[in-house]
């Protein structure tokens, strides 16, 4: 399990890079709309489009996946983690919603896992990490107060791992679409 917060850049090699972009923002990849992009909400409040690349129940939901999995090795090796078993992917997309502020905290899954964002482009809707862990704040109420920890910037080819437990939150993009690629390990 990641302990602290590791920001790389240039995770996977930049020819990687291109052809992830290439193919994610190619006018033939199913992109699907996500009334909360969070999964908190069952309503057109935190929209935006979701890929599920592998679903947490195993299956392999997508002809994309074969291109993305040698990513999880990559950075298994690179960051000499623990966790080799890629427990769930799924690439989102963002597009500006006219304000500036994160989305909702939350974490993936509410048992032990690590979590590696990919950016796949340029962006300014920024990731959020909080203070507070699942263990802390197992049941933050709607107004609860996160405390920032660390914001990180969209980067194509950046990389962000940290400790599953953490809540997080992505924020909509002002100038051009937020893609990244979400792997949750354990």
């Known amino acids: 399990m990641v302990d602290d917060i590791l920001v790389i850049d240039d995770i996977i090699p930049k020819t990687y890079q291109d052809v992830i972009e290439q193919s994610l923002f190619s006018s033939h990849f199913p992109w699907y709309l996500q009334k909360d ?3 908190i909400e069952d309503k057109f409040d935190n929209y935006g489009f979701n890929h599920g690349l592998k679903l947490e129940d195993g299956t392999i939901n997508s002809a994309f996946f074969d291109g993305i999995l040698p990513m999880t090795f990559l950075v298994i090796d690179r960051c ?6 890629l427990v769930q992917a799924r690439a989102f997309l963002q597009t500006n919603r006219g304000k500036k502020t994160h989305n909702k905290p939350h974490v993936d899954l509410h048992y032990p896992h690590t979590v590696f964002l990919y950016y796949v482009n340029d962006s300014d809707g920024d990731t959020f990490l909080f203070e507070e ?18 914001s990180i910037s969209p980067k194509k080819g950046r990389g962000v791992i940290f400790n599953g437990n953490r809540y997080h939150a992505s924020s909509n993009p002002t100038k051009i679409p937020r893609c990244v690629i979400n792997f949750d390990l354990n």
Request: glycine share 0%; aromatic share 12%.
């Open 80 to 85: 000499n983690l623990e966790q080799k078993n």
């Open 37 to 39: 992009i969070t999964f």
């Open 133 to 150: 862990t699942l263990e802390d704040t197992p049941n933050p109420q709607k107004d609860y107060q996160f405390n920032l920890k660390q």
